[in-house]
């Protein structure tokens, strides 16, 4: 399963942005998806996840009620809607994808979000 991510960047705080991963390799509505972010000397986090078929959904607690994730089968493609960003949200975020959830077994690279005041 290769993996590509887009849509980072810089953004104001209160800002929006959407990362968009799309996948190649397997089938993608076998595949549990989700989103990641690792902030400059911190672990890396789970942001988001989405199941197969997108009945289930999984939330930090820090980003819940601002961020979204989605997917799009017919695209082969996972989204995370980020909006209200803060300071604490700049972080290179990454995807996933797995097919036991909520095990993830396969990465993409990442992309950089910075949030600034």
């Known amino acids: 399963v290769q993996l590509q991510a887009s849509g980072g960047g810089l953004v104001r705080t209160g800002g929006s942005l959407r990362l968009s991963c799309a996948a190649s390799?397997?089938?993608?509505?076998?595949?549990?998806m989700g989103w990641y972010r690792q902030a400059p000397g911190k672990e890396r986090e789970t942001v988001a996840t989405?199941?197969?078929?997108?009945?289930?959904?999984s939330y930090a607690d820090s980003v819940k009620g601002r961020f979204t994730i989605s997917r799009d089968n017919a695209k082969n493609t996972v989204y995370l809607q980020m909006n209200n960003l803060n300071l604490e949200d700049t972080a290179v975020y990454y995807c996933?994808?797995?097919?036991?959830?909520?095990?993830?077994?396969?990465w993409g690279q990442g992309t950089l979000v910075t949030v600034s005041s």
């Open positions: 390799g397997r089938t993608f509505r076998t595949l549990n």
């Open positions: 996933a994808a797995g097919v036991h959830y909520p095990r993830f077994d396969y």
């Open positions: 989405i199941t197969w078929s997108g009945s289930t959904t």
